[in-house]
């Protein structure tokens, strides 16, 4: 084995340990997520093929990439590879026990597996992407802008309409699955009815004329 294949090899073992360490954080944080929509329905196991998490021998995903961590937002973007949510999901656990989730590596990870977890339950399309985008933002305290901003905005405002907006909360409270099954419940019912959308979604969305 020549010098080349020899650090090739040791590259390849160390994004195969860092996809490991990255799985069993996913597995967690998805069962947080389950439990905190509860109420709403069962989002089922953790499927590592939802997110496209992988490592692939002399390809791209498996070195270092870019540190940006918007990198992982969308499967749609030309710059977005599985390795990015892997780096996330090991960044955020890394900050977990001195900066909770409020990490911006949190809000992208929660900004997935909630978007995914939506769509197990029901939601399609931008109503998906924004309820992801809002439970990020409720969990993290960050702000994404993947999604519609006033749906992501309405998400924040219904979860924290009756409590201190602090992101320091459990995803077992009850008031926690409560409100997320509500907000799940408005989103669900702005799909299914196009007319009830408009009236309480889209007209909010006034549009302020240009000065000059």
Request: charged share 30%; no cysteine; hydrophobic share 40%.
């Amino acid at each position: 084995m020549d010098l080349e294949e020899l650090l090739r090899d040791r590259e390849f073992d160390e994004g195969e340990k860092k996809l490991n360490d990255a799985l069993v954080i996913a597995h967690r944080e998805w069962e947080h997520v389950r439990s905190s929509l509860e109420l709403a329905g069962d989002i089922g196991e953790f499927d590592k093929e939802d997110f496209m998490i992988g490592i692939i021998e002399e390809d791209v995903i498996i070195r270092e990439p870019l540190l940006s961590p918007t990198k992982s937002v969308s499967g749609y973007s030309p710059t977005y590879y599985p390795m990015y949510l892997v780096q996330n999901l090991l960044a955020m656990d890394e900050k977990l026990g001195k900066e909770g989730y409020r990490t911006i590596e949190s809000l992208y990870v929660f900004v997935e597996l909630a978007t995914r977890a939506s769509e197990r339950l029901g939601l399609n399309g931008t109503f998906a992407i924004s309820f992801g985008a809002g439970y990020g933002s409720a969990r993290s305290g960050w702000i994404a802008e993947k999604g519609f901003p006033l749906e992501r905005e309405l998400f924040v405002k219904m979860f924290f309409r009756n409590r201190k907006k602090s992101h320091d909360w459990d995803f077992n409270w009850t008031s926690v699955r409560k409100n997320l099954n509500d907000i799940f419940s408005k989103f669900e019912s702005w799909q299914n009815d196009e007319k009830l959308y408009k009236k309480e979604v889209k007209s909010k969305a006034i549009v302020k004329p240009m000065l000059v």
